[in-house]
């Protein structure tokens, strides 16, 4: 089979094409025929090994010390059931599934295996698998923080980076679960994030964050290129500033939770389970949740696809189709 490796660390163009052996699923496992993958920010920092210095160690201990020890990336993923391990009794042959990989990658091939017992689920049935390849992984992120966080009916939540794959999502959620929300974005996404139902669209680019009028039951942080300090003025007393990025928290949120009443929700990944993703897909198909995509590249334009998102100005999610 056709796969995208990564022998090193780098730029886009490490990215090579390559024939590999197809996998075999084990008993448990169901062997997918890939028809869509996407280019996260996850598959960014994995390829380029982009880490704060703080986690340079541990990550290249987790992501291998010399080069990669997985060489195929891709955390998310849209296909068919080709076939199915013996003691598989959710899924059979032929269905069209939607899975996050991010534990072991490798959805950057035409096929690949998943155990049943993981984050993969049948396909919401209104949607393509380009639109479903895209849901994995932002929207349960959105979704996991969202219900850390607690978020009510009337609660009023800020997200910055309300544009992008996960924050695009949050918006949708933080509505659909009666939140007021206001999305912050550049001048050239505010309609974007109006029409995904945000109530208020801020412009960075043109105004203060600081002096927003108003203070928030929850801040989302989306995309980390803004500073704890900002948001600090505008939580609410027992608010939650959550940040999907970031794995531990600053010595200033630190002293900011000992002298005040705030909580912090850092960077975790999402239990490695099929509910949120159930979940998910029956808000698409009551059409109480609808996948931005901003642009589409065949797999083998997938270098292309990585300079791109590395710019760091997608909306919404970036699509890899597998022909």
């Known amino acids: 089979m056709r796969a995208i490796l990564y022998k090193k660390y780098g730029p886009p163009n490490v990215l090579q094409l390559k024939e590999v052996e197809k996998p075999i699923p084990k008993d448990n496992e169901i062997l997918v025929k890939v028809k869509a993958t996407t280019v996260s920010v996850a598959d960014i920092r994995s390829r380029s090994f982009t880490v704060p210095p703080l986690f340079w160690l541990p990550a290249r201990i987790t992501l291998g010390l010399r080069q990669p020890k997985k060489q195929i990336l891709g955390m998310e993923l849209a296909g068919v059931v080709e076939s199915i391990g013996r003691n598989v009794k959710r899924f059979k042959e032929g269905d069209q599934v939607f899975a996050a990989t991010l534990s072991d990658f490798g959805a950057y091939a035409e096929y690949k295996c998943l155990s049943e017992d993981g984050p993969v689920s049948i396909k919401p049935n209104n949607i393509t698998m380009e639109e479903a390849a ?14 850390k966080a607690t978020l009510k009916k009337g609660d009023k939540i800020l997200i910055y980076g309300a544009s992008g794959s996960v924050g695009s999502y949050a ?21 974007m994030v109006k029409a995904l139902g945000a109530d208020k669209v801020v412009d960075y680019t043109k105004e203060d964050l600081s002096k927003l009028e108003g203070t928030y039951d929850v801040i989302f942080e989306a995309v980390n290129k803004s500073s704890f300090s900002t948001w600090l003025v505008l939580l609410k007393s ?12 600053s010595f200033q949120m630190v002293w900011a939770k000992l002298t005040g009443n705030i909580n912090f929700i850092m960077s975790r990944n999402s239990p490695e389970t099929s509910e949120a993703l159930e979940f998910i897909k029956g808000l698409i198909e009551k059409g109480k949740l609808k996948v931005a995509i901003d642009r589409s590249y065949p797999f083998e334009e997938i270098v292309e696809a990585h300079r791109y998102v590395e710019k760091g100005h997608k909306k919404g999610n970036v699509i890899i189709t597998i022909k």
């Open 171 to 191: 918006v949708q959620l933080a509505k659909y679960f009666g939140a007021n929300v206001t999305g912050v974005c550049s001048t050239t996404n505010l309609d």
């Open 134 to 147: 895209a849901i994995p992984i932002g929207a349960r992120t959105a979704l996991f923080f969202l219900r």
């Open 238 to 249: 027992g608010g939650t500033y959550i940040n999907v990025t970031e794995p531990i928290p």
